[in-house]
């Protein structure tokens, strides 16, 4: 592929031209359908001192079942007068609800919220006492694999998070074939930070992965000598079997970590939302099975059910949401076997109706460009499930339809953001842990809205 010139924009000249909607996409307010009621979540008491504990092997701590992901930490509509993007009002809050009703555990990464994360995690903690939170956060060092730089941000880290210790750092996004060789094999970082392990500035060292499964394995092989702490993968009961893209099955995934007796942390339980936003023949099959809870909270006891999960992350930027996910796990329930079977039959039920694998991290944020490219794939993954992606003039339901993916566009998108705009520069695609070509399917998506604004479709 020939290589592409880099085109510098500053994030702060970004988020002041185009707003913070970078980093809280409104497709997630909107969606194809502006009008559909939520279905994230169920009404309920929260329980206080019900919350559901794993065991550390490594340190005999009780970690909640439920962890903050600090990755979707609420937005201002225009960035502090320091460029700051997140509400840290509405973080304190959240932060503060969380912990008086049993979280402890709170993930973070210096990339999150375009690089904002970890300072507003490290205010918002820093008012509690030490001992009441564990602290994750990781070596991110996608973008440069220098020595010098991955020891300053590790360093960065602990200043922004005003903590002295470490309590759980992962090496960031590893699994692409021969990203972990170059990040922390031949540049000595991976023996700087068992160093660190050593003197107790991190007490457990692990990794999160997207990626194939020869480098997981290679990965995963090195346990013997470098004693993996725990290991963090995307799971949940759609990927257990039907991961997409360059992503493993979970299933694979966590028989493997399981048998070497190494401890979870799971990411993406809803697959960045996309397992409660559901299409509406699964929304009707999960509730009629359990009308009192939410249809998040099938995904939730799915991944809490596995003995060997440490933690569940949930990057949960409402407080309706952080409400949901404590009832679903205060205490949990597990599934039962014919429970996890259901579940297993819904997601051969939802492969039917494929929809792009974005999971709103904002890795490929901010585009050079300016398009809202979390926003126009997760516009057409809720038209895809709310059945309003016409194939042809003759569908029965092709004028309401057009008109409702064309107006929810409009609405989630702003016209200067759309996909109409995309060069193919690709700088977003090394970007994308879930390996989408994301250049390919927004010109895919263009097409089709210029078909629907056409009537040629």
């Known amino acids: 592929m020939e290589e592409k010139k880099q085109i510098d924009i500053s994030r702060r000249k970004f988020l002041k031209v185009l707003g913070s909607g970078v980093a809280a996409s409104t497709a997630m307010l909107y969606g194809c359908n502006p009008n559909r009621?939520?279905?994230?979540?169920?009404?309920?008491?929260?329980?206080t001192d019900q919350m559901t504990y794993r065991t550390s092997p490594r340190t005999g701590e009780k970690v909640s079942i439920l962890g903050y992901g600090c990755m979707r930490w609420p937005t201002l509509s225009s960035p502090a007068s320091d460029g700051n993007v997140i509400d840290q009002d509405a973080v304190n809050e959240l932060v503060d609800y969380a912990i008086a009703?049993?979280?402890?555990?709170?993930?973070?990464?210096?990339?999150?919220?375009?690089?904002?994360?970890e300072k507003s995690t490290g205010i918002a903690l820093s008012r509690h006492p030490r001992?009441?939170?564990?602290?994750?956060?990781k070596m991110s060092n996608m973008s440069n694999p220098d020595f010098n730089f991955g020891v300053e941000m590790y360093r960065n880290s602990l200043k922004n998070l005003q903590v002295d210790y470490f309590d759980y750092y992962l090496l960031h996004n590893i699994g692409r074939p021969g990203l972990f060789k170059q990040r922390f094999?031949?540049?000595?970082?991976?023996?700087?930070?068992?160093?660190?392990r050593e003197t107790g500035r991190i007490r457990h060292l692990g990794w999160s992965f997207h990626g194939v499964q020869e480098e997981f394995d290679k990965i995963l092989s090195m346990h013997d000598t470098v004693h993996w702490d725990f290991i963090q993968i995307q799971l949940n009961y759609s990927d257990w079997r039907h991961a997409s893209g360059m992503n493993v099955n979970a299933e694979y995934l966590y028989h493997e970590i399981a048998q070497r007796d190494i401890p979870m942390v799971i990411m993406e339980p809803l697959q960045g939302g996309r397992?409660?936003?559901?299409?509406?023949?699964i929304f009707t099959r999960?509730?009629?099975?359990?009308?009192?809870?939410?249809?998040a909270s099938w995904a939730f006891r799915f991944a809490g059910s596995h003995e060997k999960v440490l933690c569940v992350l949930s990057g949960m930027t409402y407080m309706e949401h952080l409400q949901d996910n404590i009832r679903t796990y205060s205490p949990l329930v597990p599934l039962t076997e014919e429970e996890k079977q259901f579940l297993y039959d819904t997601a051969d039920l939802k492969a039917q109706y494929p929809t792009v694998p974005c999971n709103d991290?904002?890795?490929?944020?901010?585009?050079?460009?300016?398009?809202?490219?979390?926003?126009?794939?997760?516009?057409?993954?809720?038209?895809?499930?709310?059945?309003?992606?016409?194939?042809?003039?003759?569908?029965?339901?092709?004028?309401?339809?057009?008109?409702?993916?064309?107006?929810?566009?409009?609405?989630?998108v702003p016209k200067l953001r759309q996909a109409s705009h995309c060069t193919g520069c690709e700088q977003c695609n090394p970007l994308c842990p879930q390996n989408i070509d994301i250049p390919k399917e927004l010109h895919r998506i263009d097409d089709f809205v210029e078909q629907l604004k056409q009537n040629t479709l």
């Not at 009621?37 to 329980?47: D, F, H, I, L, Y």
């Open 37 to 47: 009621q939520n279905t994230v979540t169920a009404a309920g008491e929260v329980p």
């Open 101 to 117: 009703h049993g979280v402890n555990y709170f993930d973070t990464s210096p990339v999150y919220v375009q690089g904002w994360s």
């Open 131 to 137: 001992e009441k939170y564990f602290i994750a956060t």
């Open 185 to 196: 094999l031949d540049n000595g970082l991976l023996d700087f930070l068992l160093k660190e």
């Open 275 to 281: 397992l409660s936003d559901v299409p509406e023949h």
């Open 286 to 295: 999960l509730k009629e099975r359990n009308p009192q809870g939410s249809v």
């Open 361 to 412: 991290c904002q890795y490929c944020m901010p585009c050079p460009y300016g398009l809202d490219i979390p926003g126009i794939l997760l516009h057409y993954n809720r038209c895809v499930n709310e059945g309003n992606i016409p194939r042809s003039q003759q569908d029965e339901n092709y004028r309401k339809a057009r008109r409702a993916y064309l107006i929810g566009y409009d609405r989630s």
